[in-house]
């Protein structure tokens, strides 16, 4: 009996993945857990919180995500700052998360973001969202883990991403670019386990595969005064098929340039496989709560990672999540949540479009966010 459930749940994998193909982790991933009582209750000791194992039906979370020289207390940030200009690597936002139990074993989530990210002259408005749902199997029994099957959808886009300094595009270099409305997708399928340790304190297990798809509109750069969209166009000259052309031809004339092995996604849209596995532990005491978690995800790109190397940069295939988290209980419903998110490779995991030819050079750099908001349970 206590086979059919594990054997239920990676059956469910198996199918799933075999749709989707492999694929890299939602925000957050690195704190999943099978326990819905787990993540989505309290435990106040009678203080008229409930006890965990009993699932309140709402999850509400509103926070503000930030970096800045002034939160990054542990000079996180310093190995990107190529000046004395400290914005930097600097981002703000928020987020929103509402989450719904579904019967004893269901969840359904759903997320919103907006990010403001600065690198110097360069910079990016981005919008996310994502949806998961997640569906646990059994109880705990002995030495067999709670398992649990998450499935979920998420995106980013940012109507351009703009810098004003130059870079080498192929065969030329240019003054400035502006990519117009890159974007990302994403779909994915976990498995988690949890086991309680405790009454207090569960020790949970992840592993997952997935998709990426990376796009984009229009490559624009500019050549002194002049502004170009940039095409491949092999039809005018194949050893020479980057075509600069501009909107007033009469003054900027438009020329052609080797591509360097660019090919027809100019370095920007490409497709993405992923896996990734995780742990993560959950202590709760009184109104207090401690969550930790770490994640680490594997990357096989088509394509763009070949074309990286040739131009004689380094691809970067893999990266690790770290997360902390404390929360303190206001009352029986609101709680206050300060997080803490290091990432080894950038944003390389939560916004896969940032990562292509032109900012690669940056992916071997560590990152950071701090988080403070209001959770909610009811």
């Keep these: 009996m206590t086979l059919r459930p594990l054997l239920l749940a990676t059956t469910i994998v198996a199918l799933s993945l075999s749709s989707i193909e492999r694929l890299a982790a939602a925000p957050l991933d690195a704190l999943a857990s099978t326990h819905l009582s787990t993540l989505y209750a309290s435990d106040c000791d009678g203080e008229g919180c409930s006890a965990r194992g009993v699932a309140p039906r709402w999850y509400f979370e509103l926070a503000a995500d930030q970096i800045n ?20 690597g600097d981002y703000r936002g928020g987020h929103l998360l509402l989450g719904r139990r579904i019967g004893r074993h269901g969840y359904v989530e759903a997320g919103l973001w907006q990010r403001a990210i600065q690198f110097g002259s360069e910079w990016a408005d981005i919008d996310s969202w994502s949806i998961n749902g997640q569906w646990q199997f059994n109880e705990q029994q002995g030495a067999l883990p709670r398992l649990a099957v998450r499935l979920g959808y998420w995106q980013n886009q940012a109507d351009q991403v703009s810098a004003n300094r130059p870079v080498q595009i192929g065969g ?7 990519i117009a409305n890159p974007g990302d997708e994403q779909l994915q399928a976990t ?42 166009r092999p039809d005018i000259d194949v050893d020479a098929p980057l075509y600069l052309q501009s909107s007033d031809p009469a003054i900027c004339t438009p020329t052609i340039y080797d591509d360097r092995g660019l090919g027809s996604d100019l370095g920007l849209r490409y497709r993405s496989q992923f ?12 109104r207090w709560r401690l969550r930790g978690g770490m994640l680490w995800s594997r990357y096989q790109r088509e394509d763009i ?36 998110q290091y990432f080894d490779r950038l944003l390389m995991s939560e916004l896969p479009f940032t990562y292509n030819a032109y900012t690669v050079q940056r992916f071997d750099k560590p990152y950071g966010l701090v988080t403070l908001g209001l959770t909610a349970r009811y």
Excluded at 172 to 178: E, S
Aim: charged share 25%; aromatic share 8%.
């Design 69 to 88: 020289d002034t939160l990054d207390i542990f000079d996180i940030r310093q190995q990107l700052i190529e000046s004395d200009d400290m914005t930097v």
């Design 172 to 178: 030329i270099a240019v003054d400035r670019f502006n």
């Design 191 to 232: 498995l988690i386990g949890s086991w309680d340790l405790s009454r207090r304190l569960t020790l949970s297990w992840l592993a997952g595969v997935g998709r990426s798809s990376v796009e984009f509109d229009q490559l624009e750069v500019g050549l002194g005064d002049c502004d170009y969209q940039v095409n491949w």
């Design 275 to 286: 896996y990734h596995v995780g742990t993560n532990v959950d202590w709760e005491s009184g």
């Design 305 to 340: 990672d070949q074309q990286i190397v040739d131009l004689g940069k380094r691809a970067q295939k893999s990266t690790l999540t770290v997360v902390a988290e404390v929360q303190r209980a206001l009352g029986d419903t609101w709680s206050l949540l300060l997080r803490g």
